[in-house]
């Protein structure tokens, strides 16, 4: 059965455990002979992950999806909120942009903690890959 693995990263960019996004993906890779169609990102700010991404290596090419926090605070923060953080959805919008940019392979966007009409409306407009 396909599969794909989305990992979330703390706001210093690792796992939970401390792997950091090339480790989890290289050992996923290794353990199951490359088995998922690919790999994502999900709730966590990119500014949490994006230096991540800018680390050489065949892993960063299966990563082909994002689902971002609109909130940069850290999971403990989110956890612990009275309200939902919904941080800057235009922000988050352009650094989308910036990452697919760069990482043109990142074609799966959407969105998490935080995220409203207005996160979805400005990754509409502005996440979109500029025209070549």
């Not at 490359?34 to 230096?51: G, Q, S």
């Not at 605070?73 to 940019?101: C, F, M, V």
């Amino acid at each position: 059965m396909p599969c794909v693995i989305s990992f979330t990263v703390e706001t210093d960019g690792k796992l939970v455990g401390g792997a950091t996004l090339q480790q989890a993906v290289e050992t996923v890779e290794q353990a199951t002979g490359a088995y998922p169609i690919y790999y994502m990102i999900n709730c966590a700010h990119p500014i949490h992950f994006a230096p991540a991404l800018e680390t050489e290596g065949a892993w960063r090419d299966r990563i082909y999806g994002i689902r971002a926090n609109a909130s940069n605070k850290s999971h403990q923060e989110l956890d612990n909120s009275k309200t939902l953080d919904s941080g800057d959805p235009l922000d988050l919008a352009q650094r989308y942009r910036t990452i697919r940019d760069r990482r043109p392979r990142i074609t799966i966007l959407g969105a998490c903690c935080g995220a409203d009409e207005r996160c979805r409306r400005h990754l509409r407009r502005r996440a979109r890959r500029r025209s070549r």
